[in-house]
């Protein structure tokens, strides 16, 4: 018999039927090595504790295995998990792994995502990246991991042909283990925590590795200081992607005309709600629409500037449907980078920078435009030993979790 220790015992069972499986004195479930596949997905579902879909059973064993591919106790404090402020280990992420489907070596990249996540001191401010609003706001928004350096390779992340598509078991299940995350130690559950009036299948799964290998431009976590070798994951709480169709343009100024108004209307939050801290638009360049704007001379500053100047809408608009100075009740007013800066024209963003670019996605006339909900900024994590080492491989957590004693 193995005992998982799930993540509470404050969230019970309000369902009239519940799967009868043994369970400690403190209620936990006492998982056996080989369950019943279908009374372990009856227990998690109908205590909250999965998204939906079926888990894989979190037995001491396939833990145990995740956990040698980090180089940190299991019962270390991370930090805490807003809104709900639980204590996030390792073992508490591995299980969640686990339960998503994730391979041992996929746990080292969950693990720093969330730890991007969530908060170093209990009961902390938001952070840039906002996880609490993320998390409990009724917009459509949730944390796009997007991965770079050498571990794309070395765990097959995929950022090529139907990179936010199904099919790839890295993209799907580091997603989902990041989601379940949220739901278990974050307490996201619908209805009760989760605000959100659609949702997203993004909820599911959100993960996608840059194109690295066919962007004519330095990648993402080059340009943000790190080395090619290093491994990162940026987080940005995102929209799901917008196409951006356009086969017949020729020249890369018409290729980001097409990006510009595409982000340029009344419904994207970057625009009405954000200020000089807050609010990304994550523009992602297919490889063919790549070539033809780095033919013509354009680097990612001059992207971004680009979309920020032609991607801005009339201020007259905005005001017509009810964002006016000032203004009381749900929103606040007008933010001040906005009033009479830009000659009665909104900007996407408050900052040009605050325009990411990425190159993803394989052949095809198509690019993608995700908006965030506002009130959140991006943030790079980069993938370390536990004391602060850039791993070239995920394999150098095996090596120094032996070096620590720690098998």
């Given at each position: 018999m193995a005992d998982v220790k799930l993540t509470s015992r404050e969230w019970k069972v309000v369902e009239s039927k519940v799967a009868e499986l043994p369970v400690d004195e403190e209620g936990r479930p006492i998982l056996e090595l080989e369950p019943p596949i279908d009374d372990i997905y009856k227990f998690f579902y109908t205590n909250r504790r999965t998204d939906g879909l079926p888990v894989v059973p979190p037995t001491k064993e396939r833990v145990l295995k995740m956990m040698k591919y980090i180089d940190r106790e299991p019962d270390e404090i991370l930090g805490y998990f807003p809104p709900r402020n639980s204590v996030v280990t390792p073992e508490k992420i591995a299980?969640?792994?686990v339960m998503a489907g994730c391979i041992p070596g996929h746990f080292p990249v969950v693990m720093h995502a969330v730890m991007g996540l969530i908060h170093k001191a209990y009961n902390q401010l938001a952070t840039t990246l906002n996880i609490e609003g993320i998390i409990t706001t009724t917009h459509p928004v949730h944390p796009l991991t997007i991965v770079n350096g050498p571990v794309i390779q070395e765990l097959t992340f995929n950022g090529g042909v139907n990179c936010f598509g199904p099919g790839w078991r890295t993209n799907a299940t580091v997603?989902?283990?990041i989601s379940l995350c949220m739901l278990n130690l974050g307490g996201g559950m619908a209805g009760i925590v989760d605000h959100a009036t659609h949702g997203s299948p993004t909820k599911y799964s959100f993960v996608v590795?840059?194109?690295e290998e066919e962007s004519p431009?330095?990648?993402?976590?080059?340009r943000r200081g790190y080395d090619r070798e290093d491994s990162t994951v940026t987080l940005m709480g995102l929209e799901g992607p917008h196409?951006?169709?356009d086969h017949r343009s020729e020249t890369g100024e018409d290729l980001l005309l097409s990006y510009a108004k595409t982000v340029c209307v009344a419904g994207m939050n970057p625009s009405t709600l954000?200020?000089?801290r807050w609010g990304n638009i994550l523009i992602v360049v297919s490889p063919e629409y790549a070539k033809i704007i780095h033919r013509d001379g354009y680097d990612i500053d001059d992207i971004r500037m680009f979309i920020w100047e032609y991607g801005r809408q009339d201020q007259q608009f905005f005001e017509q449907i009810g964002y006016e100075l000032p203004r009381g009740g749900l929103m606040p007013e007008?933010?001040?980078w906005v009033w009479n800066r830009f000659d009665g024209e909104v900007p996407p963003t408050a900052k040009p920078e605050y325009i990411e670019v990425i190159v993803a996605g394989g052949p095809g006339r198509h690019g993608l435009v995700m908006p965030s909900f506002g009130w959140t900024h991006d943030l790079t994590?980069?993938?370390?030993l536990a004391d602060g080492t850039p791993i070239r491989s995920v394999m150098d957590f095996r090596k120094a979790r032996k070096a620590r004693n720690l098998e």
């Amino acid at each position: 018999m193995a005992d998982v220790k799930l993540t509470s015992r404050e969230w019970k069972v309000v369902e009239s039927k519940v799967a009868e499986l043994p369970v400690d004195e403190e209620g936990r479930p006492i998982l056996e090595l080989e369950p019943p596949i279908d009374d372990i997905y009856k227990f998690f579902y109908t205590n909250r504790r999965t998204d939906g879909l079926p888990v894989v059973p979190p037995t001491k064993e396939r833990v145990l295995k995740m956990m040698k591919y980090i180089d940190r106790e299991p019962d270390e404090i991370l930090g805490y998990f807003p809104p709900r402020n639980s204590v996030v280990t390792p073992e508490k992420i591995a299980i969640n792994a686990v339960m998503a489907g994730c391979i041992p070596g996929h746990f080292p990249v969950v693990m720093h995502a969330v730890m991007g996540l969530i908060h170093k001191a209990y009961n902390q401010l938001a952070t840039t990246l906002n996880i609490e609003g993320i998390i409990t706001t009724t917009h459509p928004v949730h944390p796009l991991t997007i991965v770079n350096g050498p571990v794309i390779q070395e765990l097959t992340f995929n950022g090529g042909v139907n990179c936010f598509g199904p099919g790839w078991r890295t993209n799907a299940t580091v997603g989902r283990a990041i989601s379940l995350c949220m739901l278990n130690l974050g307490g996201g559950m619908a209805g009760i925590v989760d605000h959100a009036t659609h949702g997203s299948p993004t909820k599911y799964s959100f993960v996608v590795a840059e194109n690295e290998e066919e962007s004519p431009w330095d990648p993402l976590h080059v340009r943000r200081g790190y080395d090619r070798e290093d491994s990162t994951v940026t987080l940005m709480g995102l929209e799901g992607p917008h196409n951006v169709q356009d086969h017949r343009s020729e020249t890369g100024e018409d290729l980001l005309l097409s990006y510009a108004k595409t982000v340029c209307v009344a419904g994207m939050n970057p625009s009405t709600l954000a200020s000089e801290r807050w609010g990304n638009i994550l523009i992602v360049v297919s490889p063919e629409y790549a070539k033809i704007i780095h033919r013509d001379g354009y680097d990612i500053d001059d992207i971004r500037m680009f979309i920020w100047e032609y991607g801005r809408q009339d201020q007259q608009f905005f005001e017509q449907i009810g964002y006016e100075l000032p203004r009381g009740g749900l929103m606040p007013e007008w933010p001040k980078w906005v009033w009479n800066r830009f000659d009665g024209e909104v900007p996407p963003t408050a900052k040009p920078e605050y325009i990411e670019v990425i190159v993803a996605g394989g052949p095809g006339r198509h690019g993608l435009v995700m908006p965030s909900f506002g009130w959140t900024h991006d943030l790079t994590v980069p993938l370390t030993l536990a004391d602060g080492t850039p791993i070239r491989s995920v394999m150098d957590f095996r090596k120094a979790r032996k070096a620590r004693n720690l098998e």
